[in-house]
């Protein structure tokens, strides 16, 4: 299977918002974007709400049934490893292979050893743009990674007992440090010697991406690095066989809005893919909708933040690597429940020229969601009879917050 060189995951924290994300995608097309969705969830996400790999496809499958949809789309199971990918054999056709906890991990000191010596001729080798590899960069990658990569070896066999027609990412965001260039270059490189034709490759970058908020960190130091990881995956496809369909993928990559126009210009330059993960911004949107909506809509959304205030430590903590929120910078739950529908709206979309948003508490919104789920019929109600609201700020976020400014 052959990744499109522009894709984009769209999480659905409840299944709800498949039609209404795909019409962004139509829209897209329209003004002449041609991407493609990929509808993710991860084991975590799939506990916590109830749901299974089989109800996203079924969403992803329905809403491109019902708009008539053409140009492809895939479920992804997302952050997935030899533990839990049995799960997500029969529905999935993308997989997003997870091995940050191996990594920086070494493997053995012959293992590390044999692949200084298979390599040695990367040494000296020396890339426009990044600089020569040597032979120390070897073994420090493969102390770091080698041991990571086999585990992708591993789950990547076990996926192919059941089927052979897939899409394989390889996930290291979500570790202790980013990695340079020419460790990205030695990673592709164990992929490779692994046998894993991977099409999409996550690493993490320097600086900040925090879930559902902008990105933190040094702009034009992030261009230099993403270029830098473009020319080494030019260089992996030519060099290591893998597939010419392989490009980046960059996580927790909603709301980045510093960084779109980078992106775009960088991928356009390269005639390079990308692949960028929105994951929770949807269910954001959806309590944006349920608020802006008044009446009772409001009142959920009310409700939602003071039952989660003083689950702050448990709600946090699953995604503490990912959050950077100032709790004295929340509000209090009884000035909430004096907000207007304007001013909860103004508090957690994100809009940064508005002086009422708040970014604390639109992080903290965004790792709540375990309380919609505790509310069931009374939260999946509110969207059903708000539907109208929901669904317009579902798609309008895709098409022109994401979508828009990432490729046109």
């Not at 020569?132 to 990569?149: G, H, I, N």
């Not at 390889?170 to 980013?178: F, G, L, M, Q």
């Not at 993960?277 to 349920?290: M, P």
């Not at 639109?362 to 709540?368: A, N, T």
């Amino acid at each position: 299977m052959r990744i499109e060189p522009l894709t984009i995951g769209i999480g659905d924290r409840f299944g709800k918002e498949g039609i209404a994300q795909l019409k962004a995608f139509v829209a897209a097309e329209d003004l002449g974007i041609r991407a493609v969705p990929v509808w993710n969830k991860s084991n975590r996400e799939h506990t916590i709400i109830g749901s299974e790999p089989a109800d996203v496809l079924a969403e992803g499958a329905g809403a491109v049934e019902a708009l008539g949809w053409k140009n492809g789309f895939h479920i992804d199971a997302d952050h997935i490893g030899l533990g839990n990918v049995d799960r997500f054999l029969a529905a999935s056709d993308f997989f997003t292979i997870d091995v940050a906890d191996f990594s920086g991990q070494p493997a053995g000191a012959a293992e590390i050893e044999a692949f200084v010596a298979r390599h040695d001729g990367l040494a000296g080798r020396e890339l426009d743009g990044i600089g020569a590899v040597s032979e120390a960069d070897l073994r420090s990658a493969a102390t770091k990674y080698l041991l990571a990569m086999q585990e992708a070896g591993k789950v990547y066999r076990h996926i192919l007992k059941s089927k052979d027609n897939m899409i394989v990412e390889v996930s290291v965001d979500e570790t202790d440090r980013p990695q340079s260039p020419v460790e990205l270059l030695l990673i592709l490189r164990m992929i490779a010697d692994e046998g894993i034709p991977v099409q999409t490759i996550a690493p993490k970058f320097t600086g900040e991406f925090y879930k559902g908020i902008d990105y933190v960190g040094d702009v034009d130091r992030f261009a230099a690095e993403f270029e830098a990881d473009l020319i080494v995956l030019k260089f992996a496809i030519r060099e290591f066989g893998l597939p010419e369909t392989l490009k980046l993928s960059v996580h927790s990559g909603s709301d980045k809005f510093s960084l779109y126009p980078v992106i775009n210009r960088l991928i356009k330059k390269h005639g390079a893919g990308l692949h960028l993960k929105t994951a929770g911004t949807t269910w954001l949107e959806e309590v944006i909708g349920l608020a802006e909506s008044g009446g009772s809509g409001l009142e959920v959304a009310k409700e939602i933040y003071r039952l989660a205030r003083p689950r702050f430590d448990e709600l946090v903590k699953p995604y503490a690597p990912v959050v950077a929120i100032d709790l004295a910078r929340l509000p209090d739950p009884a000035e909430v429940e004096r907000w207007d529908a304007g001013g909860y709206v103004a508090a957690l979309r994100h809009d940064q020229s508005d002086p009422r948003y708040n970014l604390n508490f639109r992080q903290f919104i965004h790792v709540s969601f375990r309380i919609a789920a505790e509310l069931g019929p009374r939260y999946l109600d509110a969207l059903d009879a708000n539907r109208e609201v929901i669904a317009r700020n579902v798609c309008d976020n895709l098409l022109i917050r994401h979508l828009v400014p990432l490729f046109r």
